[in-house]
Structures are given as structure tokens and as C-alpha cells.
């Protein structure tokens, strides 16, 4: 109800409006406005922007990839990671670089100052605090937003980037408080709206763990985890990096701690039936891993600085939904805890989200034309995850305000293609986590290339400044130059030769061989090419790195691009968005509802369509050329 007064619009126009601050909005604004258009941020707390409301950290296993792309591309979340990195790691270093990737540790409250310095100095970007309560949609077409209070913003186009504000609500046994996270507020008026507008939605939970007192903990006890001595910076734009080395410590729980949590289980607000949001499988609370694997003794847990301002140590593995007093004895039952203070109590919390399928490849909703959904309304987990979302849709609205085309890649381009694609062709009913086990093309979407496979992109978007560019493709110059002398260089055996091999446990060789050859050997690396290859000047790492990957995975590279030649083959079947489904005979009334629900834009987004099989796939095939369309 909006009272016996007319709205109230702010006098000034906007491009692009963004709802919510977070890493998703945040990516969003930025990319917009550095597109050219003038740019609204919406958000409940100035205090919040760039929050880290879970793991003080950014990268991971694919989401690593996903930070790369995003900095390829022009975004910004490498960049600051950079400016507030506590410490670097690089995990799975002994497994190949398709499934390498980076992580650190950050200072959360200087991450938060520093993306929002970034966003006010931004000309294009205005940044106000307000609740958004409702949109207005005239037509099918989005034309603003309006606040609680009433007052109005106009833009043609609308990013709801809302993370877990959407009727959030916190749990911590079974005390539930209305909040978006911990001591901030809820949206529950949007929601509403987005359910009038016609929108399924749905609801789902995550949570975070306790944070204790630094002074309280007995570091003693625990493994000292320390980063990388001289890492490399997450972004190709950072010169320096001015990390503060702190360490991380690990330590693990106990039968105690377990009796303790089996004990009071009712008392959960998982188990005890208070919570019916979906919970993050990938992800579980302690709780669940109890429960789940009930033979296991000991569950580690990773003790993280919050900052170097702070006193707050982020418990990971200790999430849970029970009360305070079990919170307490339980996080005391661990070797090294036994006087630790709680700060901030562990919680879960559940929320709303928009089944994805309700998007198309831009991220724009298939029903209102201009808005568009990114982060954890969309059903997804992570940060990294928000981030490069937060900026596909970005640089998708600012596109349509600007009559580009449509920026979609595809799956063989990068981590983010998968990502959105599988929201949108198989919508999600837990919270989505990116993985390399999802990606088909992982060797051709490491983290060493990112620059490679987007930049020139990010430069056609007005993201990437052609200086930049210039230096990629001079890398890429000296990579090939390198790749060509390898394969060219000649080694003949002789004692010395052998010896050196053997040395690295690799077979002599009796005939004259190349480097290119030696090299594909899984025991030698580029470095050890120099003993054989005689002195010559030292080449940039990533260069000799990207030399080495690309020869010595040559074969499944170049069988990894003719099975994304195959692929794109089906991308480029495409189905008209009108095609009546139910005049195929054949299919199932469940796969009918499902290709009329998802719209898949091509042969190859329908055969990812769930349920899908070879047979429905032919037949859909048969009555597209039929129909004229194939």
C-alpha cells in the first residue's frame, strides 16, 4: 500500500539500476558504467558493500578460474583481492593445470573499503542506502524501482543482485530473527512483489560458523598453515603485491565434539524441522557431516584471520544451527578451544531465490524485459560465484541500453559459461557451487589462459584498454615463439644428457630427440630443459609456463578442440523462441514441459535440457527441419 500520496521519482534518469551491493552488484555497476552508462546502486547498508559474510578468503578450486575470467574481462574482484590479501595459496599444484587454482586469504573489512572507494570514485555510479520494496513494470518492461519509503528511480534496466535478503531469516537454534545476514535487515516487500509478477520461487539455506576471539585461542594445538612465500598477484593488472603474511592454522574435531552435537540434534534448527530451505550439499554443517558420515572420528576445521584490525578468527568447519548453549561447549571440545570466547555466534539461514530457468543466456528474465537476476537469487554459493554473474549481467544490460548485441559465451569459453548455462537449462534446487567436474572443456579453460580466451573481449566491451591487449597478445607472441623452439631444439645423447635424466628418474635416450619430446615426459618440466638445453636467457615464468602446458598436453588439447568444434556445431542449430513444442509427437508430456519451461535457444542448449535422451533429441531434430528451422 502505498498511502493516499502519489510516488515521488528521483529527478535524475538512469541507465542501469542495481539492486544490491554485494559482489554481484558491485561486478554489475562497475561493468555497466564502464560501459558508458549512468549507473544506480541500490543497497539496505553502505556498511555492506563488498561484505564477506562467510569464508574471509577469495579463489578456490573453479572459482579461482572464475576470478581470472572476471579480470580478463575488466572486472574488479582480482583487484582488490590483491590490494587486501592476507596470504596466497595455489591448490592442487601436484595434479594437472587444468584443475590448478588460486586462493588467499583477505582482510574483509579492507576488501569491503576498498571495492567501496572503487564504486564512489566511479563518475558513473551513484551509491545510496535504501531498501528497494517493489519494481515498476508497465507492459511486461521494467521501467524503475521504488523504495520502502515510497520514492521512485527510473532506468530501463534492473539488476536484482539481493543475495540472501529475500525474506532471509537467521536461525541459531531455534531463535529465528528476520535478517538478511546477521544484524541486518530483510527485504520481504520484494519478494512479494516478484511472486505478483509471477515468478516461482523458492527457498534455501546456508550458514557460517562461529568467529572467536583471537587472544583466546591456544595456536599451540594446531597445524600452522602458512601462504605461498613469493606468490603470484590473482590479477594481470596488479605490479606489486604488499601482502601481510598471516597464517592460517588447522586442527580437527574430536568424539567429544561429536557427542556433543549428536546429543543435541533436536535442538538444531536443521534437524530439529525448523529450517525448509535446501541446504548446500557441498557445503554442510557440522550437523550433517555428523550425521552423514557417523563413522569418521575427526572432521577438520581451518582457523582463518578476519584481518589484520581484528580480533575475529573465522572457525570454518564449525557452521551449525544450535543453540548458544551448546555452541559454546561444543566449540570448547576442541584441542586448542578450550577457553575460546565466541564473538559471533555460527548460524544458518534461509532464504528466497528465483528458479533460474526463468532466465535466458543474458541473465534477463524470459517475463519482464530490462530486469535481469545475478548471485544467490539465481540459486548459486560463493562469492566468486555472485561476482562473475553479477557481471554477465551487467555488461548484458548495459549492452541492451546500448543496442549491442548480446554478450553470451559458450561452454567451451569459459568457467562462467558453464555456470550460467547450467542455471538456465537445468535451474538448480540446491545452492549451485562451481566445480571442474562441470566443465567438459576444463583443459582449455585454465586459469593460466583466462587472458587469452576473454581479454580481447573485454576489450571490444570498452572494459580492457588497448595498451593492455597489446601486451596479451605480445605474451602470446613469445609463448608461440617459445612452443616452436622447443619442438625445433635437437638434443643427442651422450653421457652428460643421460645422466641428467636420470637424475629425474626419466629413461635415457639412445637417438637424437627434441626438447618438445622430452618435454611431453611427466616426470620433466621446463626448468629441467635448461640443464639440456645450455645457458640462455631467462624467459617470464608465465611464459615458460604456458610453453610447457602446451606442449606437454598438446594431444588432449588439440582432441579437446575438435570435440568443442562438435559442440559448437549444435550451439549453432538454433531454435526459434516461438516453436510450439506440443506439436511433437513423440515426446513425453514431462519433456514438453520442461523445453517449453527452459525455451532452449538451440539444438545444443535442449540436448542438456534434464531428461533429455538421444531418441527426444532426434525426433526434436527431425520436426525442426521439418518446420523449416534447422
Keep these: 500500500m502505498r498511502g493516499v500520496f502519489e510516488v515521488s521519482y528521483y529527478q535524475k534518469n538512469y541507465d542501469v539500476i542495481v539492486v544490491g551491493a554485494g559482489h554481484a552488484g558491485c561486478e554489475a555497476a562497475l561493468a555497466a558504467a564502464r560501459m558508458g552508462c549512468s549507473v544506480l546502486i541500490m543497497t539496505i547498508d553502505l556498511d555492506g558493500i563488498a561484505k564477506m559474510p562467510c569464508s574471509p578468503s577469495i579463489g578456490g578450486v573453479a572459482k579461482g578460474h572464475l576470478v581470472k575470467e572476471i ?16 596470504q ?36 558513473s555510479i551513484d551509491v545510496k542506502q535504501a531498501m528497494v520494496e517493489r519494481l515498476v513494470v508497465e507492459g511486461k518492461r521494467v521501467q524503475g524501482i521504488e523504495d520502502q519509503t515510497g520514492f521512485g528511480y527510473c532506468a ?65 594445538q594446531f597445524t600452522r598453515q602458512d601462504g605461498e612465500e613469493n606468490p603470484r598477484p590473482f590479477s594481470l593488472f596488479t605490479k606489486q603485491i604488499n601482502a601481510h603474511p598471516i597464517p592460517c592454522y588447522i586442527g580437527h574435531t574430536n568424539k567429544i565434539s561429536h557427542r556433543i552435537v549428536r546429543e543435541n540434534l533436536k535442538r538444531s534448527a536443521l534437524y530439529g524441522g525448523r529450517i525448509t530451505g535446501v541446504p548446500a550439499r557441498y557445503c554442510p554443517s557440522i550437523e550433517d557431516k555428523i550425521v552423514k558420515f557417523a563413522d569418521r572420528d575427526a572432521h577438520q576445521i581451518v582457523l582463518e584471520p578476519e584481518g589484520l584490525d581484528t580480533e575475529e578468527i573465522y572457525a570454518s568447519g564449525l557452521g551449525n544451527s544450535l543453540p548458544m548453549e551448546v555452541q559454546i561447549p561444543f566449540v570448547r571440545s576442541v584441542e586448542g578451544l578450550e577457553e575460546a570466547e565466541i564473538m559471533r555466534p555460527a548460524y544458518a539461514i534461509e532464504y528466497d531465490y528465483v528458479n533460474p530457468v526463468q532466465l535466458s543466456p543474458t541473465l534477463e528474465t524470459k517475463g519482464i524485459e530490462g530486469l535481469y537476476m545475478a548471485g544467490q537469487i539465481n540459486g548459486t554459493s560463493g562469492y566468486e560465484e555472485a561476482a562473475a554473474q553479477g557481471m554477465w549481467a551487467g555488461i548484458n544490460a548495459a549492452s541492451k541500453i546500448q543496442k549491442r548485441p548480446p554478450f553470451v559465451l559458450d561452454r567451451s569459453e569459459a568457467y562462467m559459461a558453464v555456470m ?24 582449455l579453460l585454465r586459469e593460466d589462459n583466462a587472458d587469452q580466451r576473454l581479454m580481447e573481449k573485454g576489450h571490444e566491451l570498452g572494459l580492457i584498454d588497448g595498451d593492455a591487449v597489446k601486451e596479451m597478445r605480445e605474451r602470446q607472441k613469445e609463448i608461440d615463439q617459445e612452443v616452436r623452439r622447443i619442438k625445433g631444439t635437437t638434443v643427442v645423447p651422450s653421457q652428460e644428457v643421460n645422466d641428467c635424466l636420470a637424475k629425474k628418474g626419466s629413461n635415457p635416450i639412445t637417438q637424437s630427440t627434441t626438447l618438445g619430446r622430452l618435454l611431453k615426459r611427466p616426470e620433466l618440466h621446463y626448468e629441467d630443459l635448461q640443464i639440456l638445453d645450455g645457458p640462455r636467457e631467462l624467459i617470464d615464468d608465465r611464459i615458460a609456463e604456458k610453453a610447457e602446458i602446451e606442449i606437454k598436453y598438446e594431444g588432449y588439447i588439440e582432441r579437446q578442440r575438435k570435440e568443442v568444434e562438435r559442440f559448437r556445431n549444435m550451439e549453432r542449430m538454433k531454435i526459434p523462441p516461438e516453436f510450439d513444442y506440443a506439436t511433437i509427437h513423440g515426446l513425453s508430456n514431462e519433456l514438453r514441459e520442461k523445453l517449453f519451461t527452459v525455451r532452449p535457444i538451440s539444438l545444443g542448449q535442449a540436448s542438456r535440457v534434464p531428461g533429455i535422451t538421444p531418441a527426444a533429441l532426434s525426433t526434436l531434430m527431425v520436426y525442426l527441419k521439418k518446420a523449416g528451422s534447422l
Design 156 to 220: 530501463p534496466a534492473v539488476v536484482l543482485a539481493t543475495g540472501t535478503f529475500l525474506r532471509g531469516l537467521v536461525h541459531i537454534g531455534f531463535s529465528a530473527i528476520k535478517a538478511g545476514r546477521a544484524g541486518e535487515f530483510a527485504s520481504y516487500g520484494l519478494p512479494d512483489n516478484l511472486a505478483e509478477l509471477g515468478f516461482a520461487l523458492g527457498r534455501m539455506k546456508t550458514g557460517t560458523p562461529a568467529r572467536l576471539k583471537r587472544s583466546t585461542i591456544d595456536f599451540s
Design 88 to 123: 596466497y595459496r595455489t591448490l592442487n599444484t601436484k595434479k594437472g593445470p587444468a584443475v590448478q587454482a588460486s586462493r588467499t586469504q583477505n582482510d574483509k573489512i579492507r576488501y569491503h573499503i576498498a571495492m567501496k572507494e572503487v564504486l564512489e570514485k566511479e563518475p
Design 71 to 86: 579480470d580478463a574481462l575488466g572486472g574488479e574482484m582480482a583487484r582488490i583481492t590483491d590490494k587486501t590479501a592476507l
Design 420 to 443: 550460467v548455462d547450467d542455471l538456465i537449462t537445468r535451474g538448480t534446487n540446491e545452492p549451485y557451487r562451481i566445480f571442474t567436474s562441470r566443465a567438459e572443456y576444463r583443459l
